[in-house]
T-cell receptor
């Protein structure tokens, strides 16, 4: 089946730098994308989402960019802090089907380990 | 925000025994819950979709007779790993959504670490 993948498995940055985490997806039917942060031993934590009718969305210190032409998604973290160190996953939701059972059904990318050095 | 709680947070069981993991939506009614499995240093892989009052839908390659899912109420889904083996050791995570709208945010539990010895 189709899947979401990431270009970089690890990323190390200095505190205060900006971080960019990339993700490539292959399912052109995907209409909703989410970035999650996962700390060791915990469940995924929602960071920001974007719908396919948008190409940019900003949150607090985070920005998600969506390029549907090349099926690429990125997460930008401004002024990265040590507390941002975690694994970051992109995920896609292809939406509902005739049976209505795939709402909220997500396909996750492989993950990027972000390490922020003080 | 909405809270999803899993119990237990971790469990150790002997090979051949069964283990039940609970997923509860604490402050909302979850029409649908999802179960994921995550091996160390890997991504989350969807195992099954659980709808209240109906049979779960399993992803390809997931044995429905081994991973029993029950969604008896709008706030509780359970995953039972039957006849567990060491290769079933993993981090099991559930998520829940409130409605049936496309692009509804999914809320995740904190995960359950299963170790089969």
């Amino acid at each position: 089946g189709e899947s979401v993948g990431l270009h970089l498995p690890t990323l190390s940055v200095q505190e205060g730098d900006n971080s960019i985490i990339n993700c490539a997806y292959s399912n052109s039917a995907s209409d909703y994308f989410i970035w999650y942060k996962q700390e060791s031993g915990k469940g995924p934590q929602f960071i920001i989402d974007i719908r396919s009718n948008m190409d940019k969305r900003q949150g607090q210190r985070v920005t998600v960019l969506l390029n549907k032409t090349v099926k690429h998604l990125s997460l930008q973290i401004a002024a990265t802090q040590p507390g941002d160190s975690a694994v970051y996953f992109c995920a896609e939701n292809t939406g509902g089907n005739a049976g209505g059972t795939s709402y909220g059904k997500l396909t996750f990318g492989q993950g990027t380990i972000l390490t922020v050095h003080p | 925000g909405a809270v999803v709680s899993q119990h237990p947070s971790w469990v150790i069981c002997k090979s051949g025994t069964s283990v039940k993991i609970e997923c509860r939506s604490l402050d909302f009614q979850a029409t649908t819950m999802f179960w994921y499995r995550q091996f160390p240093k890997q991504s989350l892989m969807l195992m099954a979709t659980s709808n209240e009052g109906s049979k779960a839908t399993y992803e390809q390659g997931v044995e429905k007779d081994k991973f029993l899912i029950n969604h008896a109420s709008l706030t509780l889904s359970t995953l039972t790993v039957t006849s567990a083996h060491p290769e079933d050791s993993s981090f099991y995570i559930c998520s829940a959504i409130q409605g049936a709208l496309v692009n509804t945010e999914a809320f995740f539990g904190q995960g359950t670490r299963l170790t089969v010895v």
